[in-house]
């Protein structure tokens, strides 16, 4: 992923707990024992450790998996940046899976590359990290949609 070098200003001043507590009403998160690790105006990290039982008929996690945790670091990069009573959710992306999903634990990374107020295009990566080794195995491009007045939890 290529560094995004604007800073982006919250629009919400208390965007950490809102991205933090929306995480936490996640299932499928904590399904994936993911845990957000990185938490910026415009950037999130996630991380999941490798499961077993999330894995395709080769043994390497599934791309529906990876394409899960990409696909939320890239709407909670976007979420940061939104006001607060606003919600998220995903319009569209594309995933691009470069190398077999095989390691130790998967981090995935959101970045916004265009905040906007209805849609905003982010960028996401999955690495895998195994023995001290990190191999890039997908790359995410994002659109994701700013949900106001409507009966939508953030």
């Not at 070098?5 to 991205?19: I, L, N, T, W």
């Not at 996640?26 to 415009?42: C, D, S, W």
């Not at 990409?70 to 607060?84: K, V």
Request: charged share 15%; glycine share 8%.
């Amino acid at each position: 992923m290529s560094p995004v070098s604007v800073a982006f200003d919250p629009r919400d001043p208390d965007f950490r707990s809102r991205v933090q507590a929306s995480f936490a009403r996640q299932q499928i998160m904590t399904t994936l024992h993911a845990e957000l690790i990185e938490l910026e105006p415009g950037k999130v990290s996630i991380r999941m450790p490798f499961n077993q039982a999330m894995t395709q008929q080769h043994g390497y996690l599934h791309a529906g998996i990876i394409g899960t945790i990409a696909d939320s670091a890239c709407g909670y990069a976007a979420f940061s940046l939104m006001p607060a009573g606003a919600a998220v959710l995903s319009v569209e992306y594309k995933l691009n899976l470069l190398a077999p999903a095989e390691g130790q634990e998967f981090i995935a990374t959101g970045q916004v590359l265009k905040p906007g107020r209805t849609l905003t295009v982010c960028d996401g990566e999955v690495i895998a990290l195994s023995n001290n080794q990190q191999s890039r195995i997908a790359s995410m491009t994002a659109t994701m949609m700013t949900v106001t007045g409507r009966d939508i939890q953030d």
